[in-house]
């Protein structure tokens, strides 16, 4: 089962339900607007290049979902529904950039028949392509790993992130099919575990060795010469920083700071070519995730919190960046990287 796809018999998005990972693989179906939006907000669907499908299958839902009888009213329902779907989540641009691509394209349709056609056929590419540019990216990145090696990750760049295969996790995947050994370190990822609970889970699923660790033990088992490289996701790459999980600037730090290369993966619908780091919303999250887990209290009830959901890691801290077009080094000259 692919993270995320379309269902045919009736015209709605599904997708894993990541929040209940790993105690429980269900497969859960959002037949309207608002359950998808609460399915991206709540992180049943989460990662940027699967919040990408996401927001291209939004649209085709909200296409079929429109009662207009014209052109004109269901390409201004589609836009609402573009606004409200962008709002669940600003700093991944994939988000943006699926949901765009989407009403782009319905724009040379001539009626609300072509619309949701259209809909649907381009959002279905977004979800294909991601496929192909994920084996791409691992491919790119498979060089830069050595047989024997241990990566370190943090969050969820894998296939649950993605359509299938995986950003970071999709370079790993790739060195091992060309028959390199590689071992995984897993950071736990707190607020919400995405570390522990889907990294583990995911790779474990496919027999790769991974090893999990708290986010607190990262320093260490780089000091102990446990990791030969750092490898993650992004969720917006823009001129100067990289946008990922919260966790992942205290890693490029340690890692400059025990001379171990550290590699984002990501495809090039991630970048944001006119964005700087003051241009981008970061997502700040409810203070119940690190107040809760789950049920179980792990703070006083009413304590002041700070949960910011992502953090910008500089571009000097990064060693190269793997897309489907290749790696790239610094100097990072994102109109090379996009022609
Ligand atoms: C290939 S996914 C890369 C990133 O999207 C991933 O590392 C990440 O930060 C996801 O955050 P999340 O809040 O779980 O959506």
Redesign the pocket.
């Known amino acids: 089962m692919r993270t995320i796809d379309w269902k045919e018999e009736s015209n709605s998005v599904v997708l894993v339900d990541q929040t209940l990972l790993p105690k429980e693989y269900r497969i859960i179906e959002c037949k309207t607007l608002s359950s998808l939006c609460e399915a991206i907000k709540s992180?049943r669907i989460?990662?940027?290049?699967a919040?990408g499908v996401a927001g291209g299958f939004g649209i085709a839902l909200a296409a079929f979902l429109s009662g207009a009888r014209d052109f004109e009213t269901i390409i201004r329902d589609l836009k609402i529904a573009g606004k409200t779907l962008k709002s669940t989540r600003p700093t991944?641009v994939n988000l943006s950039w699926g949901v765009d691509r989407v009403l782009k394209a319905v724009s040379d349709a001539f009626d609300v028949q072509g619309v949701r056609e259209i809909a649907l056929r381009e959002a279905r590419d977004i979800a294909e392509e991601d496929v192909v540019t994920n084996k791409s990216i691992g491919e790119s990145g498979a060089e830069l790993l050595k047989d024997g090696d241990t990566v370190l990750t943090?969050?969820?760049?894998g296939r649950l992130?993605?359509v299938d295969w995986?950003?970071?996790l999709g370079v790993v995947r790739s060195a091992i099919a060309e028959g390199k050994k590689i071992k995984v370190i897993a950071c736990e990822t707190r607020p919400?575990n995405?570390g522990s609970r889907i990294t583990a889970w995911e790779l474990m699923q496919d027999k790769i060795p991974v090893t999990l660790i708290s986010d607190s033990m990262a320093g260490w088992v780089m000091q102990q010469g446990l990791v030969d490289s750092v490898l993650?996701?992004?969720?917006r790459i823009t001129q100067d920083v990289v946008f990922?999980?919260i966790g992942t600037y205290s890693l490029s730090i340690l890692a400059k700071e025990h001379g171990i290369p550290f590699y984002v993966a990501?495809p090039t619908s991630t970048f944001d070519f006119n964005g700087w780091e003051g241009s981008v919303k970061i997502e700040i999250r409810d203070p119940d995730e690190l107040r809760f887990f789950g049920s179980e209290q792990l703070a006083p009830k009413d304590v002041e919190v700070f949960n910011p959901?992502?953090d910008a890691t500089p571009m000097e801290n990064i060693t190269a960046i793997i897309t489907e077009k290749g790696v790239f080094y610094p100097p990072f000259l994102l109109d090379e990287v996009l022609v």
């Open positions: 992180l989460r990662g940027a290049p919040l991944a943090h969050c969820n760049a992130a993605c995986g950003t970071a919400l995405q993650v996701g992004a969720d990922n999980k990501a959901a992502f």
